[in-house]
């Protein structure tokens, strides 16, 4: 048995005072100063924290909102002149699609790198747009289920990225004709290239630092150099038109490159095979109105190995009046793909919109070979997803005089935490391979499938 | 039961009486959350105005008293209060007074947990009324957009038949496989969730048993062992076992009238048992047999278990070793969950129940509970459907549990096809849980519900637990009663599987109704 993938992580404390969903107003000036304050009584101390906080500021930064919201101080002063509140700071976190919640999670993942538990239930919506209208499956009794969190069975979470050819061909002398290359990866999630808007100086360093310790790989720009050239393993430079050269003997030591979608993506490929015959080649398409028309094109391209779909950062179909979501693209390239008995000999890899380690699966699921991501490692670092990252502009985070170690340490533990919550829902399945997680809807339920067969049945026709 | 051997509860204590009588039970807290608050400015002449006008009670001058009492805000009906004719703002000759929503409102709550509805299920927990009209909290349903929060009863104009409260039967039956043990049948369509000692505190457990056996219906251990303390309530407990098979003995087992078998629960579908090892207290690891203060997480799933044969097997242990049990199949909501369901009834179970996914008080992974299994609103059709497809619907209890929030859900629940509930978040909110969700870490619950921690758990006396479940309990019969006598119903078992009696709001609902 292969060695099992583990990330070393260790606690990374926020350089920022926390923005916590809740926050205590505090009228004192009825306060009858009893000797049993209900600060005091605290179970989390959060008031001589707060205290602490106040005394060791030079200068006035941000408030401290890390109250956990048990309303027993609240409910048992003497004066009730305690009030608790909504954090004004907290709802302005993300946007609609990235909301505080999931930055919240994301910083506390990014910090422990543990998966978030809580008690008392669910407390979201039944359902809801893109990746919240499905559900995951669980084995019960009849089918074996893999105990794999806690170390007692081995789930893999090893995926391949490139050509797989369905039959073997033979040379003219009966020896088996050379294999395409393979690249593998611990892990169904690949590093994405940053967003021009949140392109920051060390930034390029962070991420390729933590590529290389959690053994993944980072779609890179071009003209990023690695100070270790060992880590070149750990990069995929992605090659625009207008992008500057690699020179050949830095894109022989990559296993990985990526490159835009052209009219020419034969010829380019063949171009790059010539230089380096083991390296996988991926296109980057846009998902566009004319995005899964020509990701399914491209499959049937003899030449293409890797395709790499793009939703925009909320998940949803780019240049569309009603733009379909990430997930029922994935689906419809899955489906067609198989129709055309073809799906797999391609990889597909899919961004855009994942923001949650269940994204990762259900993504996967829908008929993705693996995932890639960016924002989730900046959020990891303390942003806000303010989106005003104009020159000029102070970040509310702080982000140009982050810490490198820091930095390579929150998104390890974010890694860390994706990939347990990975084998946490594929144990609950009695999975244990992602590579066979990829489009088994069978082992989903998908919202309106659901109404249908029972609502529906019931209830006639859904307005 | 003749026929079967006595000798297998070998240790019984004399079983304590509860009774079911309503007493006011009011919050634990100083400062009860109010929905509004009602501001007193200086231009106040203490006239006395609003207290004689309020109906509700919400100003107060304890006689001989110049200055008025901090304004009982929770009692404050808000501005609707206008319409009354009392309205303190409008009566006031100096317009000293304002209301306003209160802030700490919002602040309460969720999509699944409105703060309506613990508002609402706080006051029936502390009079065993359900509130009255004119606080206008909406407590039939949550906020979530989906499921429950969607259906509605189509109640006639007039009941086809009129029946008086009394003429109204809530009563359930658990057993109808007609095999010889014993027919228990239990007055309210519900019981109470398994919720260990480790995971709550003793008095949380105690006062859920005490409110069965007022109730004559059950409450169950969870999977972390059986408390002494429980022994005086034996006729109302089941007994858990769960994975981890901790405090599992062959005594705990023939102690009761009810044995369940968790394969899986709504919290965590397809996960173990997480006991954190902040709570794993000297109590809990001496009733455990562990190693104090290590987590403690079950396995999942039995590995005794993969088939239905082997379930079987399980079950067939249990019987033998406790002649007079009925044996209850815990398990969540996966795609198949009609075929396990109908498996566990072929296996020998008494009662199928099944948890969904949204449900469950303990602590849990956030990506469990928000993505594992459907939630119990499908699978209540589909399994009581396909059990009456098989020809074995009327031979076991079909069970449904994970966000039965509310009297309300109860009726739609078993409409759907379900003959009862297990509930159990809803019996810690009537302790007065504010739904923090930090049940989990450090020294578990600050409310002191959810916790072995000695200072917290000493924050809730016993009889007022006690009498706070006994006045919800109350307060939800009375609720499904009027639910049943505007449907014109005798009984809550003629409510099984009529969904022809309820609407869902996203649909035409025109479909014929049944004969």
């Not at chain 1, 290389?212 to 038109?241: C, K, Q, V, W």
């Not at chain 2, 009492?69 to 409008?90: D, F, N, R, W």
Request: hydrophobic share 40%.
């Amino acid at each position: 048995m292969p060695e099992k993938y583990h990330i070393k992580t260790q606690p990374v404390p926020p350089r920022r005072p926390r923005i916590g969903k809740h926050g205590v107003v505090d009228w004192r000036e009825d306060c009858a100063r009893c000797h049993n304050c209900v600060k005091k009584a605290c179970v989390y101390d959060r008031y001589r924290q707060e205290a602490d906080y106040i005394n060791k500021l030079t200068e006035v930064e941000a408030l401290y909102f890390d109250c956990m919201g048990c309303f027993s101080c609240v409910q048992d002063c003497t004066k009730s002149i305690l009030c608790l509140s909504v954090n004004p700071e907290y709802e302005k976190l993300g946007n609609r699609y990235w909301k505080p919640d999931i930055i919240k999670t994301t910083w506390l993942q990014a910090e422990t790198a543990k998966i978030p538990v809580s008690g008392a239930g669910y407390r979201g919506p039944f359902s809801g747009h893109g990746f919240d209208s499905m559900w995951t499956d669980m084995s019960e009794i009849v089918r074996p289920t893999r105990d794999g969190i806690h170390g007692r069975e081995y789930i893999s979470s090893s995926v391949d990225i490139g050509r797989k050819p369905s039959y073997l061909s033979l040379n003219g002398n009966q020896s088996i004709a050379g294999l395409p290359p393979l690249v593998s990866l611990p892990l169904p999630l690949i590093i994405d290239l940053s967003s021009p808007a949140h392109t920051l100086p060390k930034l390029d360093v962070v991420i390729e630092q933590t590529a290389a310790g959690t053994g993944l790989i980072a779609i890179m720009d071009s003209s990023y150099r690695p100070a270790d050239e060992a880590h070149l393993e750990n990069i995929a430079f992605y090659l625009a038109p207008d992008s500057a050269p690699v020179p050949d003997a830095i894109l022989r030591k990559t296993r990985l490159v990526e490159i835009a979608d052209s009219p020419a993506v034969a010829e380019r490929i063949k171009e790059i095979k010539k230089i380096h015959p083991q390296i996988v080649v991926a296109i980057r398409v846009e998902l566009t109105t004319a995005g899964i028309g020509r990701a399914i094109e491209l499959a049937g391209m003899g030449e293409v190995e890797v395709i790499h779909v793009m939703a925009d950062a909320n998940g949803n179909e780019l240049t569309a009046q009603k733009p379909r979501f990430l997930k029922d693209m994935i689906r419809q390239i899955h489906t067609t793909l198989i129709e055309k008995g073809i799906r797999d000999e391609i990889t597909l890899m899919a961004g855009g919109g994942i923001a949650l380690p269940e994204h990762m699966a259900k993504a996967i699921i829908c008929g993705a070979d693996l995932i890639t991501i960016n924002l989730p490692l900046l959020i990891a670092l303390e942003c806000h997803l303010c989106e005003s990252c104009a020159p000029g502009t102070p970040c509310p985070a702080k982000l140009e005089k982050i810490d490198r170690a820091f930095a390579v340490g929150r998104m390890t533990n974010l890694i860390a935490a994706w990939h347990d919550q990975l084998i946490e829902l594929m144990g609950a399945m009695g999975m244990r391979e992602a590579r066979r997680l990829r489009g088994d809807v069978g082992r989903a339920m998908f919202f309106e499938n659901l109404e249908e067969e029972t609502f529906g049945k019931l209830f006639g026709v859904k307005k | 039961m003749n026929t079967l051997p006595q000798n297998t509860l070998k240790t019984r204590v004399p079983q304590e009486v509860v009774k079911r009588t309503v007493k006011t039970a009011p919050s634990r807290y100083r400062n009860e959350i109010a929905k509004y608050i009602v501001h007193r400015s200086l231009d106040c002449e203490r006239c006395g105005k609003c207290v004689e006008v309020c109906e509700f009670g919400v100003h107060d001058r304890k006689p001989g008293f110049k200055y008025f009492a901090e304004p009982h805000h929770h009692l404050c009906i808000g501005p609707s209060c206008e319409k009354t004719g009392h309205y303190c703002v409008a009566q006031c000759p100096k317009g000293a007074l304002q209301i306003k929503e209160n802030p700490m409102y919002r602040a309460l709550g969720d999509f699944r947990w409105t703060a309506d509805l613990i508002l609402a299920t706080w006051k029936m927990a502390e009079t065993g009324k359900v509130p009255a009209a004119a606080y206008d909290y909406n407590y039939e349903c949550g906020n979530s957009g989906g499921g429950f929060d969607k259906l509605r009863f189509k109640f006639p104009k007039t009941p086809p038949v009129k029946l008086t409260e009394d003429e109204i039967d809530t009563s359930i039956s658990l057993n109808k496989r007609k095999d010889g043990r014993p027919e228990i049948k239990i007055d309210v369509p519900w019981y109470g969730g398994g919720m260990s000692f480790g995971s709550v505190s003793n008095v949380t457990q105690l006062s859920k048993a005490r409110a069965a056996v007022a109730f004559n219906t059950f409450t169950c251990t969870g999977e972390g062992g059986y408390m002494e303390r429980m022994r005086p309530y034996d006729d109302h407990v089941i007994t858990q076992v769960a994975t981890g098979l901790f405090g599992v003995r062959e005594e705990t087992i023939q102690r009761v009238p009810i044995v369940e078998f968790k394969y899986a629960q709504g919290a965590k579908p397809g996960l173990g048992g997480h006991l954190l090892g902040d709570k794993n207290t000297p109590a809990v690891a001496r009733m455990r047999e562990t190693v104090l203060g290590i987590s403690l997480f079950s396995p999942f799933p039995f590995h005794s278990v993969y088939s239905i044969e082997d379930h079987m097997k399980h079950i067939d242990w249990i019987k033998h070793i406790n002649r007079r049990a009925l044996v209850s199949t815990k398990v969540s909501t996966p795609t198949d969950v009609d075929m396990v369901a109908v498996g566990s009834y072929s296996a020998g179970t008494h009662i199928v129940h099944i948890d969904g996914g949204y449900g469950g008080t303990g602590a849990a992974p956030d990506i469990a509970k928000k993505n594992i299994a459907m939630p119990i609103e499908y699978a209540i059709g589909k399994v009581h459907q396909f059990l009456a497809a098989e020809g074995v619907r009327d031979k076991v209890t079909l069970i449904a549990s994970g966000g039965i929030r509310s009297a309300h859900d109860v009726a739609k629940a078993i409409a759907l096809g379900a003959d009862g509930v297990v509930i159990g978040t809803v019996e810690l909110v009537a302790l007065g849980c504010v739904r923090c969700s930090l049940c989990a870490s450090g020294r578990g619950c600050p409310r002191g519900i959810a916790t072995t921690d000695l200072d917290l758990a000493g924050k809730m006396d016993l009889d007022w637990g006690t009498q706070r479940l006994i006045n919800l309990y109350t307060a939800w019969r009375k609720t499904l009663v009027g639910i049943l006598q505007r449907l014109g119903l005798r009984s809550v078992a003629e409510l099984r599987g009529r969904t022809d009696l309820l609407m869902h709001l996203d649909y035409t609902n025109d479909v014929p109704a049944k004969p």
